[in-house]
């Protein structure tokens, strides 16, 4: 099959770490409260995708990124 959704997560922390690289888009940190975790009270963006994905089982990765893509992109 060639859904992403069946795709190894290494794939898919792959996409992330491009977007992440991409001078053309603006990864946005998410907030968290556990600071013995994180310090800076940031959770990385590709620690915060993925674990979105790991928890939400009936969403499409690729679909997914796919948008992800859209609402960071640089206007």
């Known amino acids: 099959m060639s859904r992403m959704s069946y795709a ?3 794939q898919i922390r792959k996409r992330l770490e491009d977007m992440v690289a991409n001078p053309d888009m603006i990864p946005v940190f998410a907030y968290s409260p556990d600071t013995e975790t994180y310090p800076d009270n940031r959770i990385p963006f590709i620690d ?3 674990r979105y994905l790991r928890t939400h089982k009936h969403v499409d990765p690729e679909q997914y990124i796919s948008n992800l893509c859209l609402m960071i992109k640089k206007s």
């Open 48 to 50: 915060q995708h993925l």
């Open 8 to 10: 190894p997560t290494e």
